[in-house]
């Protein structure tokens, strides 16, 4: 393929590693983590261990309702930072901990 002024041949573009996260440690050591976060949140929010546990009970109810899969699939990294879904903020972000703060509102608005 010939080169036109300024523009790169396929050739010579590098090959990017994969943002997808394929090992299995790696996802549980992420639902982990954002499951302490979630705790964490719904615990200061509602004073108590066992309320936060029925609110993250609630919460994956809710999610598995509305997108009907596993609340963590498929995971890229990128930046130090994990994506799950579109519209989602980056995790560990202050972001998602917001995010996640806002879910706890909504099912326990009064708490």
């Known amino acids: 393929m010939e080169m036109k002024t300024g523009q790169p041949t396929r050739t010579s573009i590098e090959p990017q590693a994969s943002a997808i996260v394929n090992y299995s440690w790696e996802k549980w050591w992420l639902k982990f ?17 066992r309320p936060a546990f029925a609110a993250l009970r609630s919460m994956r109810r809710q999610y598995r309702q509305i997108f009907g899969e596993e609340l ?34 909504h099912i326990h608005p009064s708490g």
């Open 33 to 49: 983590r954002v499951l302490v976060q979630m705790l964490d949140v719904a615990q200061k929010k509602l004073g108590g261990v």
């Open 72 to 105: 963590i699939l498929k995971v890229a990294k990128t930046d130090g930072r994990y994506f799950w879904r579109l519209g989602s903020p980056g995790f560990p972000s202050g972001a998602s901990r917001r995010m996640h703060e806002n879910e706890v509102n």
